[in-house]
């Protein structure tokens, strides 16, 4: 099975910069999503990291290394509308499926 | 194209009724993907197609839950003899099997048992 721990919840302000960690336990590690949700909506798309490294998309950045079961979501230069939950996801297994974690819900301040 | 479609967006039913939900993925993808969300939690993975193969199925899932993906176009999910319990949104995700194979969400069907 998969294991994803996230942290719960978050607060920043507006400008900062923010880091969210995920860490899992998986097997069959096929890759790692990382979604923003806003309340009230569907889940979108931010990144896909299948490979170690960090993988930057504008104030957005995303990172993983495989052998540590660990992923970080880097929002920079932060802004009032990033206020919303960000769920990391496992795609693993034979079947490749997709497994969400419980996300993080970040709440940005003046 | 107009992305995942799902219908209804609402459903309030009595406990114990039937209810059935439909899903359209963006039409070349292959992978269809269901879940289930609560307030304050992630989606929680319920089933899976590729094509029109179901591949799994949550094995928290109890056997009144069933879903069909008969040409493997768009798909149906079905929960017998609901329970207060069954009151969440569930969502359907559609994906391109292939290089990174993001997922493409639906905008939910929210259902209320009373």
């Known amino acids: 099975g998969q294991n994803i721990d996230q942290p719960t919840e978050m607060t920043a302000t507006e400008g900062a910069i923010v880091q969210i960690n995920c860490t899992y336990q998986?097997?069959?590690?096929?890759?790692l999503f990382w979604y923003q949700q806003h309340a009230g909506e569907a889940p979108t798309f931010l990144s896909y990291?299948?490979?170690?490294g960090l993988e930057e998309k504008g104030r957005f950045s995303s990172f993983l290394s495989r052998s540590k079961g660990y992923s970080y979501l880097l929002l920079k230069e932060l802004q009032m509308k990033d206020s919303a939950s960000y769920l990391c996801?496992?795609?693993?297994?034979?079947?490749?499926?997709?497994?969400f974690g419980t996300g993080t819900k970040l709440q940005v301040i003046p | 194209d107009t992305g995942v479609s799902q219908n209804p967006r609402h459903k309030i039913t009595k406990r114990g009724q039937n209810v059935t939900f439909r899903c359209d993925p963006i039409?070349?993808?292959?992978?269809l993907y269901w879940y289930r969300q609560t307030l304050g939690q992630g989606p929680e993975f319920l089933t899976y197609?590729?094509?029109?193969?179901?591949?799994?199925k949550s094995r928290l899932l109890s056997d009144r839950f069933s879903a069909e993906r008969p040409k493997g176009s768009f798909s149906t999910l079905e929960i017998q003899r609901t329970e207060q319990g069954d009151s969440a949104m569930y969502l359907c995700?559609?994906?391109?099997?292939?290089?990174?194979?993001?997922?493409?969400f639906g905008s939910g069907t929210q259902l209320s048992v009373l």
């Open positions: 197609f590729q094509n029109e193969a179901q591949l799994e």
């Open positions: 996801a496992l795609r693993s297994g034979g079947y490749q499926k997709v497994t």
């Open positions: 995700a559609s994906s391109l099997s292939g290089s990174n194979e993001k997922l493409f």
């Open positions: 990291n299948v490979l170690d």
């Open positions: 998986t097997s069959g590690f096929n890759g």
């Open positions: 039409s070349e993808h292959n992978r």
